[in-house]
């Protein structure tokens, strides 16, 4: 008999674009961490960021917070694309946005062009 209240578990439409950069991250697993701060005007929808910082214990969230250009270009994003993450794998550096649903997942040109960005900052560490 099947139950008439079933339980709200189980898959769920969630998706997540990690854009991959092959590098070995070796001994220096931390300096490959980053993740972006945001500082932001607004409340709810009206939400915009202010200014982009990288917080992260090594060399590369340095290197991101020196790239003005970069910084600026993530500013324009709305708050969910803005929070990005840098996170070493076993034999490559991941990088990821927020969880979507299939409505609205995808990723844009804009946003292309910054993860581009910063796989080359990855590549130079």
């Keep these: 008999?099947?139950?008439?209240?079933?339980?709200?578990?189980g898959a769920l439409d969630r998706f997540q674009?990690?854009?991959?950069?092959?590098?070995?991250?070796?001994?220096n697993y931390g300096n490959y961490i980053?993740?972006?701060v945001l500082t932001?005007?607004?409340h709810f929808?009206?939400?915009?960021?202010s200014k982009v910082q990288w917080n992260g214990p090594g060399s590369l969230a340095s290197k991101l917070n020196d790239d003005g250009e970069l910084n600026k270009m993530?500013?324009?994003?709305?708050?969910?694309?803005?929070?990005i993450y840098v996170e070493p794998t076993?034999?490559?550096i991941r990088i990821r946005g927020k969880w979507d649903n299939h409505i609205v997942f995808g990723i844009t040109k804009d946003l292309f062009e910054i993860y581009d960005r910063i796989?080359?900052?990855i590549k130079s560490v």
């Design 1 to 9: 008999m099947q139950d008439p209240n079933p339980l709200p578990w």
């Design 17 to 27: 674009a990690h854009f991959i950069v092959r590098k070995e991250s070796g001994s």
């Design 34 to 36: 980053a993740k972006t």
């Design 40 to 42: 932001t005007n607004g």
């Design 45 to 49: 929808a009206e939400k915009t960021v």
């Design 74 to 83: 993530i500013e324009r994003q709305s708050v969910k694309d803005a929070t």
């Design 90 to 92: 076993d034999k490559a």
């Design 119 to 121: 796989a080359g900052h």
